[in-house]
């Protein structure tokens, strides 16, 4: 069965604080991919990486890093947390050249 | 515009047909795909369809195609309260690695 894993649930920050948020993937996929889910906007893409080491810009990648050290493994990081980074952060992964994605269980991030 | 559309709420009752409507964007979109994010969860790919098909059937759902006016939709037959969930339209556009682009999302509504 395959599997996206993301390493917390839920998180409670301090605005100013560094944040990592994890994700792994069991299924040898190429793509990997950071969405955050806002009510009345959807998804939006934050980064996205097709290989490691290799990372791309999405639609809002202001004040978001990534890091693909492995393959299976794709980090979002918030350099310094603000509060209107308060939302639902949903990693997947793709094989390569398809659509089809498969997403974790996401990771509802609160910044107080 | 550049958006994928989608009405943001649907309510129907437990055992009606349930249809919902999308818009992309891209003529050369070579997939289309629904996904479907229950409460608490992540997405999981529901169903898709192949922009060279006009309709394609899956027990209770029913994709129909319309390249010409570049609609979606995504037909529930016997709406369950279990199919209570939001329903994410997505296509991708070219082929290869380009992201795909998601809908805001139809929240599904099922009243017993």
């Known amino acids: 069965d395959v599997k996206v894993t993301q390493s917390s649930r839920y998180l409670v920050k301090r605005t100013g604080e560094k944040v990592f948020l994890e994700c792994v993937q069991d299924?040898?996929?190429?793509?990997m991919f950071w969405y955050r889910q806002d009510p009345g906007l959807g998804l939006r893409l934050i980064y996205f990486?097709?290989?490691?080491?290799?990372?791309e810009k999405g639609d809002i990648p202001e004040g978001y890093s990534v890091s693909r050290e492995k393959k299976e493994r794709f980090s979002l990081i918030l350099e310094s947390a603000s509060t209107n980074q308060t939302s639902m952060y949903l990693c997947?992964?793709?094989?390569?050249?398809?659509?089809?994605?498969?997403f974790g269980e996401g990771s509802r991030l609160t910044v107080l | 515009g550049e958006d994928v559309e989608q009405s943001l709420f649907l309510s129907v009752r437990e055992g009606d047909s349930s249809v919902i409507n999308c818009t992309y964007t891209?003529?050369?979109?070579?997939?289309l795909y629904w996904y479907k994010q229950e409460p608490g969860a992540g997405l999981q790919l529901l169903t898709y369809?192949?922009?060279?098909?006009d309709m394609k059937q899956d027990q209770r759902l029913t994709v129909l195609l319309n390249k010409k006016d570049k609609h979606l939709s995504l037909r529930i037959a016997d709406t369950q309260t279990g199919d209570s969930a939001i329903y994410f339209c997505?296509?991708?556009?070219?082929?290869?690695?380009?992201?795909?682009?998601f809908g805001k999302g139809t929240r599904l509504s099922v009243i017993a």
């Open positions: 990486s097709y290989d490691v080491k290799m990372k």
């Open positions: 891209d003529s050369s979109s070579t997939y």
């Open positions: 299924m040898d996929h190429e793509n």
């Open positions: 997505a296509e991708l556009r070219d082929s290869g690695n380009t992201p795909l682009v």
């Open positions: 997947a992964s793709s094989p390569l050249s398809t659509g089809e994605l498969f």
């Open positions: 369809i192949f922009s060279n098909m």
